[in-house]
């Protein structure tokens, strides 16, 4: 049964543990086992609940699809083949306009394929294109802008570890989630593309246009293409690898050949062995191992507390309340959608997108489908929403990664920052559109699964 101050300690107590700066995992574990309790009243039952969801979470292979998918992205990294492909796009481009940028707009569109971490495209990407556009005079802001804007296609482009994080809490179909995300994926990268394009035609000194390349530059960045001298075979092995790997892990799953984690485990396989056939060497084997493991425990452990949190809230009757409240407010659907989005909008400003999930989806998502959304566009819309925050002040991680990428004190942090702001406005809307037409998010679910 409902009781209002069980529901206000549990949310308040909450709150203020993250404001506060307690891990958002401790924050979910405290505030849940005081819910339990404070709901059922017996410690027993909280030693129970906490035992099944823990047992359950180790007995689940969906959880393991993460850390697959983030070492699959990791030895491809390793590989150099991301790094071959990006030299192709941007030598097949001499002709357009800020060829660069577009280069690096398709080379994070590519690389999203298989990485599924944002941060990972944003501190590769200011490694290898931010040498090229500054020597080449682009504006400072506006090369790295255009990085961190674009890494975030990371993120919607299957296979996304948002999207792994959103299918386990509401327990949707992860497959059609990754088919869900490739159309609004695609249609983000035009977008960003067509901005860049525009930019570069009202504003030709943004993409120095006139200026004479700086070869010194080039000479002290750790990357410069032009010395680079990939032989044609080189090329090939990279760009069939990465397209095979794609083609078969995300082609696996859609076809239904295999889950998910499954799909995840072939394609950390596949990538290890491209890796060592591009010069990975065995101490680089055992760093990726050991680098994918530092980021994943954390997020495997947030994932077990938030799953015994949507308990807390399940039986509490939190979440009951909150829809309840909603749909007898009085508002409209796009209110609702509005006063959402502006939640995860404002919190992507201070803390990381899992967290945000973690804290805001058990809450929002059955409020979204009592006034009818469709779950797959509301969950795409909901990624969007939470990657635009993490390009503006005053924590955007993304552009604190670029800044950290590329060792030059020259540009401050508030420069990416300005220069990320048509970034963040595209992808909200974005999320209007697809809002508006869902149809661009299902095409492809409801055509293949």
Known sequence: MFDISTAAIIVVLLLTLVMMGVHVAVSLGVTSLVGLFLTTGKLRIVEATLASTSAEALR?????????????????????????????????????PARLGIATVLGNTVFSFVTGVSIASAA?????????MKAHGYNKGFALGSIAGSSVLGMLIPPSVLMIVWGILTEQSIGRLFLAGVLPGMLLALMFIVYVLFAAWFRPDLVGQGKVVDTSVLAEAE???????????????????VLGIICSVLGGIWLGIFTPTEGA???????????????MTPRGFIDAIYSVGKTAAPILILLLCAALYSRTLAMS?????????????GFNAWTVFFLIVLIWFILG????????????????????????????????????????????????LLVYTVKAAIRDDSVGVQHIFWSSIPYWLIMLLLAAMLMAFPVVTNFLPNLMM
């Open 60 to 96: 689940d292979f969906t959880f393991a699809v993460i850390p697959l998918f983030m070492l699959m992205g990791e030895f491809m990294g390793r590989s150099g083949a991301v790094t071959d492909i990006y030299i192709a796009i941007n030598r097949s481009l001499k002709s357009v």
């Open 124 to 132: 590769a990407f200011a490694r290898i294109g931010y040498p090229e």
């Open 223 to 241: 990357f410069d293409s032009s010395k680079v001298d990939v032989k044609p075979g080189q090329f090939a092995i990279s760009i069939v690898g």
């Open 265 to 279: 485990g072939a394609g950390a396989a596949l990538a290890l062995v491209l890796a060592f056939v591009k010069g």
């Open 317 to 329: 009757g939190v979440t009951t309340e909150i829809r309840e409240f909603f749909v007898g407010s």
């Open 349 to 396: 400003m201070i803390i990381d997108s899992i967290s945000i999930m973690l804290l805001t989806v058990p809450i929002v998502e059955p409020v979204a489908m009592a006034f009818g959304f469709d779950q797959l566009t509301f969950a795409i819309v909901g990624i969007i929403a939470i990657e635009a925050g993490l390009l503006t002040p005053p924590f955007g």
